[in-house]
């Protein structure tokens, strides 16, 4: 497997501190050889990138984007639980877009998260996933992803 901390760095990209849970949850658990990170927003610096929805307030583009953070900051979640290099594989993940009335393109978006894990893990990057479009997201973000990882020992 692809070593993912230096496709990180060849990335441009440093891992962000894990943001602190707005509810009573934790950001990943750990069950058996399984992470299960938590829906992440595409947060930086304590705070939402964005709010809105993808179709009227937000484009397609910036939402890709924005999806993209939050597969940012589930791998920070998964280093802070366990390190990344005790990923196997990416298992699944689960994309939901704000979407406007008559906005069809979540697969697209969610595909900024889906293009980073495969960038940062390789072969074991590629994943199961459902990109689910909703009518509103917590804090009003246009995005939120969550994930399922495998990991060794």
Do not use: W
Not at 13 to 28: K, R
């Amino acid at each position: 497997m692809t070593d993912p901390h230096a496709r990180l760095a060849e990335l441009g990209l440093e891992l962000p501190a894990v943001t602190p849970p707005a509810a009573a949850y934790i950001p990943a658990v750990r069950s058996g050889n399984h992470v299960y990170v938590s829906g992440q927003l595409p947060m930086a610096d304590g705070k939402l990138l964005a709010t809105g929805k993808v179709g009227a307030d937000v484009s397609p583009e910036q939402a890709k984007e924005l999806a993209a953070r939050c597969a940012l900051n589930a791998i920070a979640a998964i280093e802070a639980l366990v390190g990344l290099d005790r990923v196997v594989r990416v298992v699944k993940v689960v994309g939901f877009v704000a979407s406007a009335e008559g906005f069809t393109g979540q697969p697209g978006v969610i595909n900024g998260a889906s293009e980073l894990f495969g960038a940062v893990f390789g072969e074991a990057g590629r994943h199961a996933r459902s990109a689910v479009g909703v009518f509103e997201l917590p804090l009003g973000t246009p995005v939120e992803v969550e994930a399922i990882v495998e990991v060794s020992g």
